[in-house]
């Protein structure tokens, strides 16, 4: 994968770890388009370019679970990579 031609989705509620996260991977030379209302990330995403999406597993109104159903209905073609905070 081509890191040029890519671009890393990320989707947390946590506006800290999101800011953190997305500089690390702007240093790693990858594009970022942070979210941190899965409900946004949902109304803009298109998949006119390879890349993936990492998910936050709980966060408000919708889930990492529901985002990810909603992704799969409309046949989307990224690979998600789930995180979360909690152990349970």
């Given amino acids: 994968m081509?890191?040029?031609?890519?671009?890393?989705?990320?989707?947390?509620?946590?506006?800290?770890?999101?800011r953190d996260l997305e500089f690390a991977l702007r240093l790693e030379g990858w594009k970022v388009s942070p979210y941190d209302a899965?409900?946004?990330?949902?109304?803009?995403?298109?998949?006119?370019?390879?890349g993936c999406i990492i998910l936050d597993v709980r966060m408000p109104i919708l889930s990492g679970d529901e985002v990810q159903e909603?992704?799969?209905?409309?046949?989307c073609p990224l690979p998600v990579i789930f995180l979360t905070g909690h152990g349970d």
């Fill in 2 to 18: 081509n890191k040029e031609n890519c671009r890393i989705w990320i989707v947390d509620d946590n506006k800290e770890f999101l």
């Fill in 38 to 50: 899965p409900t946004k990330f949902l109304e803009e995403l298109n998949f006119d370019c390879p």
């Fill in 70 to 75: 909603h992704l799969l209905s409309k046949n």
